[in-house]
Structures are given as C-alpha cells and as structure tokens.
C-alpha cells in the first residue's frame, strides 16, 4: 500500500503558570511535512528526541489527529478513520504484550477480538510464529522470554493481522547492542520477504542507514531531507543532516565562500617525507576502533577527524606526528 503526506502539520496546547494567567502557547510539533512511501519501501523517520517523528507516526496510526494536512492510504484519505479500521499495525517500544498472556495468547490477541474460526487462528498464530522464529514456545509467559524473543512476540501480534501497513517506534531501543544488530536484520529480511510497506521510526542512524530504502531527517518538526541513506551520507543539502548521518568535518572555502563537508574516511594522512603535497597538521588524538583508527588531527584552520582502516600493515599515527593531509575530491560537499 502507498503512504502519502501531505502538509502534515500539528499543534498542541501547552499552558505553563504565566501562560495560563496570560494566553495560551502553541507548539508545532510537526511542520508543513510531505512525502510519500511507495508500497514495499521501508522508510524511517529518524531525528533527535522531539523532533516530531513519533508524533507523525501516531497520525499515520491514527492515535493523534493531525491539526490540518491530509493522510492517504492508497487514494483513500484516512484523517478521520479509526486506528482498528486502517490496515495498520504497530509494534511499539515497550512490546506492549500481556505479563499474564502465553506466547500463544499474545500472538492471537487481535484475531480472538475479530471473532474468527479456532482452526482459522490456529492455522494463522503457527504460520507467523515460525516467520519469526517462535515455534515451541507457544507456552511461555513474557517473563520466560529473553528481550528479543519478547520483541517477536511483538512482532508476530502485529503481522497476524495480516496488514497492509507495519508501523514500528523504536522497537530496539530497549535491547543491548548486538541483540539490536541482530533483530534489526531480521525486521528487515522480514519486511523484505513479506514486500509491507513499513514506516519506521529511530533516533538511531546506523540502524536507519541499515534497514531503509529510504530515509527521512526530522529536526525541530520539520523534514530537511529524504533519500536513500548513500544519498543522505555522501550528499547532505544542509550541516544539520551532515552532522547528524555519521561525522562530519567542517572547513572553510576561500575561493567560494561556502563551507565544505568533508568526511572522516575522506580525509588521507601521510607522515612527515611520504607525502610532499596537501597540507600539515599534528595529530592531537589516537582512538583504537577495531577495524577503524579515529585520529584528530590539528591544523591551522581546524580540528579534522580522521578514519583509516586498521589495515595492520603499519603502526598507527601517534599523539604528536606531524602529517601532510590530503583531502579526496570526491569526498568534498559544498555546504551554504
């Protein structure tokens, strides 16, 4: 199913002790968004905390009511359509599944609600608990699983529903990091394998950049780019997106005035002999990254972050080498 937006805006009331003895303050959660995810596409809402990408992600659900714009599932305008009758699911970051329910339980939850035949319920909560790899544990309660088979129990509630829309709000954040590499792989193999458009909302950017067909870069309620996440990294339109997909350096351009981008691994160093040209800097900082070796490297006009990979062929820069610098062509982003 295809997900357009189009001039999403909403606005909340919010009264502190001088405003409720002067006047009412609104606050623009989100503003003016538009964009449009084809049906398949993966998509994820991905900015800091309060920029307005759960709250549009609760519009899209249908649990907060967008304070003008317009919302289509298909040609089909949905603002005034109850959650239960969109075709959409969510899986949300708390699982929110029953303490007191079986796995079993849980999974067929929304099913019983509907009324269906029991051989009909059986036959759907045996198919979706083997697609994410539930099967034998149709028995246990919540506090007998470990984190990541609770968020499939989640997972598998919302796809036996069969929806035509997956809505996901920071279904890992709860997870320890190579838990969340792992379910992340899974959600997107899944999503893949199923082809169901799926809107996906994280503040975290290499989980977007891994999962995504495309990404959209929230700020302060406003979208400030959409694309596919090479796209996104190699060519930010702005310093907030360069800074907030990975790391960025800033430079001075004395020929047009602008800023360039450059990134880490864009930026070459050589020691004192190896290389004649570029120009020179001090190295001020040696990280150990594993595969990467994270220098900060002085210069006269800035501090520059640089990422080599650990090719154990040499010994890394020390603290105090000085370096010739070069910067790649390729890697340079004109910045306004």
């Not at 900015?47 to 759960?54: A, Q, V």
């Not at 519009?59 to 298909?74: H, K, Q, R």
């Not at 954040?173 to 590499?181: F, G, P, V, Y």
Request: with cysteine; glycine share 8%; net charge negative.
């Amino acid at each position: 199913m295809k997900i357009t937006i189009k001039n999403i805006v909403k606005e909340f009331e919010s009264y502190g002790a001088e405003e409720r003895r002067k006047q009412e303050k609104i606050f623009r959660a989100v503003d003016d968004v538009s964009f449009t995810v084809e049906e398949g596409e993966l998509v994820t809402l991905l900015g800091p905390s309060g920029c307005g990408k759960t709250t549009l992600l609760r519009m899209i659900a249908g649990f907060e009511d967008p304070t003008s714009g317009d919302i289509l599932f298909g040609s089909v305008r949905v603002n005034d359509t109850p959650p239960n009758l969109r075709g959409a699911t969510m899986v949300f970051q708390s699982y929110a599944i029953f303490p007191h329910l079986s796995v079993r339980e849980n999974v067929a939850f929304g099913l019983r609600l509907q009324k269906l035949p029991p051989p009909e319920i059986d036959a759907r909560i045996a198919k979706v608990t083997a697609l994410v790899e539930l099967s034998g544990l149709d028995d246990r309660r919540p506090s007998q699983l470990s984190g990541g088979q609770q968020q499939r129990v989640a997972l598998a509630r919302a796809l036996i529903m069969e929806p035509q829309l997956l809505l996901f709000d920071e279904p890992l954040s709860n997870l320890d990091a190579k838990l969340r590499e792992q379910m992340r792989i899974d959600i997107r193999k899944l999503q893949q394998r199923l082809g169901i458009t799926s809107i996906y909302v994280t503040h975290d950017q290499t989980e977007a950049m891994s999962i995504s067909d495309n990404v959209i870069v929230m700020n302060a309620g406003r979208l400030e780019q959409m694309g596919p996440p090479a796209e996104l990294y190699s060519r930010p339109v702005n310093r907030f997106v360069a800074s907030f997909i990975g790391k960025a350096n800033f430079l001075p351009d004395p020929e047009s005035g602008h800023t360039i981008m450059v990134r880490p691994e864009a930026v070459k160093l050589a020691l004192s002999g190896e290389q004649t040209d570029g120009f020179w800097g001090r190295v001020t900082r040696s990280t150990y990254l594993g595969g990467i070796l994270e220098y900060e490297v002085e210069t006269k006009d800035a501090a520059l972050l640089v990422h080599e990979q650990n090719s154990f062929e040499r010994p890394p820069f020390a603290v105090g080498d000085a370096v010739s610098i070069k910067l790649l062509p390729s890697g340079l982003v004109k910045m306004d």
